[in-house]
């Protein structure tokens, strides 16, 4: 019993001198397992002494008993009896019977019994509690057969116990010193990515006073830590902001505990940048404000690529005019101004007679740079509130405002062709263009823009059957280009059903593999009398006319059949890209046609391309929105076609749900020996990808303008450099490695 004393005595202690060294150490003593929980979790035979057990026969004497106890150590000595059953002798009992003189009688006679057992299975925390209801101090452990494996006596259970705290301190320990050494790599790392990153970072304590900034700041702003140190960071502000913009600032960073958006802020030079800037408001595990944390980065070169891309959407890039959405818009108010005001507008319809042959003959930088002279002499006819644009091609429209008389426009037209007759100087060629304009007014001629653009477009056609180099007025007896288009209309509508119209396919090849992955579809007519049809005559007439629904649904529906074949014949890697019309994707009912043909033909829809152009995608944002993620709920890609040449919009392009975008040839063409196209192009190339699309560039037309293309990372190309639209059955062979 004084042995159980001092054993649970000293434990006390010693667990207390533990905390204490591990408080010293670091370690959260609070948070290791109570005893209780760990004694629990711990087995009785882990608390077994140590050596053999050996059981004293009944008949062994009392010094036998004496001698065992004091050799193995032990407090205790097992009696096995013959029928099975152990009794215990304990150390207390031995000096209880040497005070009664019991002299040297057989254990058997003297030991407790039964012994009081459990298995080997029980846990310490159990059989602890045991001892301590029934008022024991020893208890047997029996293996799984029933026999006496040892005797475990209350101290070696303490024992045992404390033995197991020790070592989950010991785990907690080493747990500690892994955590910190992981903590250090990892604040290691964290300081050796601020150093290096290129963004800028600033901290600043609670009050807002710089505390720390990288090197990246320095390089942004120009400020050396030292200079900015203990200062506001409002010593960045370039003035451009109102106070209004820093209180909502403030108010949502401290409503949401983070900002984010762009603000201009001056260098150390005076020069004022944008900037993308995010501020976070850092606070301690109490919730307590300790540091805001900002990070900035230069976007001076993408608002500059921004601008460039913005510019496109009302400018033709190469002559710099208005294209047809800024005319459009000026047109407008024209007719408004003149309808307020009770006088008239005119439109003049101006095309090159004969700029083909200059082209073919001489190439197509030599035909640019007549474009642009010509575009510079129009200009210099108009009075500063006429605009002119062009259209496409040798296309160009005036649009001539606050008109007293129509034969101001006249007056106008006759100017220009003089203008225009004169010889131009490009490269070393005299080049004498001449020029027929068609010229419609408002209100007399139409009070609709539409109208008005076609009617001069009527006009101009008569001047050139009169002998070009001359304008026309607009009349309605001008009926002749109608009647042909009567009959060409006639004839189209008939095309369908006598099976004129057939399918070409043009490659788009990878970049980097030179693989061809997909192909265009392209629509061609063969007509028994006129022979081929350019698409360019009989294309917009289907428009018009609505015919462009019929001809694009058989289009769709051919396009898809020929890939089952194709599939069949085991290129089933191939994308089909299928261009579809204004008209088209206006009908209410053209999501629904797709999910048809699809189903019909067993079209993959991943493996359809829907091709649009920018024009149909502005005319109704919302509805357009709808309809393009139906379609991208069915499975099928879209793609932007013809970009830059219609109404690019950034906005836009991150709206709508876009897989792919199209560079127009018109950029790609002159790559090689314009920087300025070189690096629009780049500029949207990198512009597409950062909004996750993939990018392909049309025309291509050398090997030199597909090694800038893949320079700069555009993913396909199509072109006749790879090849030219041709029959199914070709284009199958122009695939073969």
């Not at 207390?92 to 019977?97: E, F, H, Q, W």
């Not at 540091?291 to 033709?316: C, G, M, P, T, W």
């Not at 180099?469 to 369908?496: D, G, I, K, T, V």
């Not at 897989?659 to 629009?680: H, M, Q, S, V, Y």
């Amino acid at each position: 019993m004084r042995k159980f004393a001092e054993k649970r005595g000293e434990s006390q202690p010693k667990m207390a001198a533990k905390k204490t060294f591990l408080a010293h150490r670091g370690v959260n003593v609070e948070g290791i397992r109570s005893i209780s929980l760990i004694s629990s979790k711990m087995l009785i035979c882990s608390a077994c002494p140590k050596g053999n057990l050996q059981p004293l026969p009944p008949s062994a004497p009392l010094g036998e008993a004496a001698r065992q106890m004091r050799d193995a150590a032990r407090d205790a000595v097992v009696v096995a009896y013959e029928d099975g059953s152990y009794g215990i002798l304990t150390e207390r009992d031995l000096t209880r019977l040497v005070a009664e003189r019991a002299g040297n009688r057989p254990v058997g006679e003297l030991a407790s019994r039964p012994l009081i057992t459990v298995g080997e299975d029980a846990s310490l925390y159990r059989v602890r509690c045991m001892l301590s209801d029934r008022g024991i101090r020893h208890v047997g452990v029996l293996r799984h057969d029933g026999s006496l494996t040892d005797v475990v006596s209350f101290a070696d259970i303490l024992s045992g116990m404390e033995l197991s705290y020790v070592q989950e301190l010991q785990h907690a320990l080493r747990q500690r010193d892994l955590a910190l050494n992981a903590s250090q790599r990892n604040l290691h790392l964290a300081e050796k990515i601020i150093e290096t990153t290129l963004e800028g970072i600033l901290i600043t304590d609670d009050k807002a006073r710089i505390i720390s900034v990288n090197p990246a700041f320095t390089r942004l702003t120009g400020y050396r830590p030292e200079e900015v140190i203990g200062r506001n960071p409002s010593m960045l502000s370039s003035g451009r902001q109102t106070p209004d913009f820093y209180q909502e600032m403030w108010s949502r960073l401290q409503r949401e505990g983070q900002w984010q958006g762009e603000i201009w802020n001056r260098r150390k030079t005076g020069e004022i940048y944008p900037e993308l800037l995010t501020i976070t408001a850092i606070k301690d595990r109490d919730g307590k404000l300790t540091n805001y944390a900002a990070v900035f980065s230069d976007i001076s070169q993408l608002k500059e690529n921004e601008a460039r891309i913005r510019h496109l959407a009302y400018y033709d890039p190469l002559t710099g005019l208005p294209n047809r959405r800024l005319l459009e818009d000026r047109l407008q108010v024209a007719m408004a101004h003149a309808h307020r005001h009770r006088k008239r507008a005119a439109v003049l319809f101006i095309d090159l007679d004969r700029f083909k042959r200059i082209n073919d003959s001489l190439g197509h930088e030599i035909g640019d740079q007549l474009l642009i002279e010509i575009a510079r002499r129009l200009n210099a006819c108009l009075r500063e509130d006429d605009t002119v644009a062009r259209m496409g091609g040798d296309e160009f429209i005036a649009v001539l405002s606050d008109l007293t008389d129509p034969d101001d426009a006249a007056h106008t037209a006759a100017r220009i062709i003089e203008a225009l007759r004169r010889p131009v100087e490009v490269d070393g060629h005299e080049l004498t263009v001449t020029t027929s304009i068609g010229i419609s007014v408002f209100p007399d001629d139409g009070r609709d823009p539409a109208v008005l653009v076609k009617n001069a477009d009527i006009a101009m056609y008569r001047a050139k059957e009169e002998g070009r180099n001359a304008f026309q007025l607009y009349q309605p007896a001008m009926n002749a280009r109608s009647l042909e288009h009567l009959a060409l209309e006639n004839a189209l509508r008939r095309a369908l059903d006598c099976e004129e119209l057939v399918l070409h396919f043009q490659p788009l090849v990878q970049h980097d593999t030179g693989q061809t992955v997909a192909a265009e579809a392209l629509l061609r007519w063969q007509h028994p009398e006129l022979g081929l049809v350019p698409p360019a005559r009989f294309i917009p007439l289907a428009e018009e006319t609505g015919l462009i629904v019929p001809i694009g649904e058989w289009v769709l529906r051919a396009a898809c059949l020929q890939h089952a074949r194709w599939r069949e014949a085991g290129h089933d890697h191939l994308q089909m890209q299928v261009n579809i019309s204004a008209r088209q994707f206006r009908d209410e009912n053209f999501t629904a046609l797709v999910a048809r043909v699809i189903a019909e033909t067993g079209m993959p829809a991943a493996q359809l391309t829907l091709e649009l152009t920018e024009t149909m995608l502005m005319e109704d944002s919302e509805r357009t929105v709808s309809m393009l993620n139906d379609l991208r709920m069915l499975g099928v890609r879209l793609a932007l076609d013809d970009f830059g040449t219609g109404y690019s919009s950034l906005a836009y392009l991150k709206r709508f749900p876009i897989n792919e975008l199209k560079i127009d040839r018109l950029f790609t063409r002159d790559i090689d020996r314009n920087p300025g196209d070189a690096a629009i192009v780049e500029a949207i190339i990198r512009l597409a990808h950062s909004l996750g699309q993939r990018v392909v560039a049309e025309g291509v037309e050398s090997a030199a303008q597909r090694a800038i293309l893949a320079r700069y990372g555009c993913d396909l190309m199509q072109g006749f450099h790879f090849g030219h639209p041709t029959d199914a059955t070709r284009f199958l062979l122009s695939c073969q490695p």
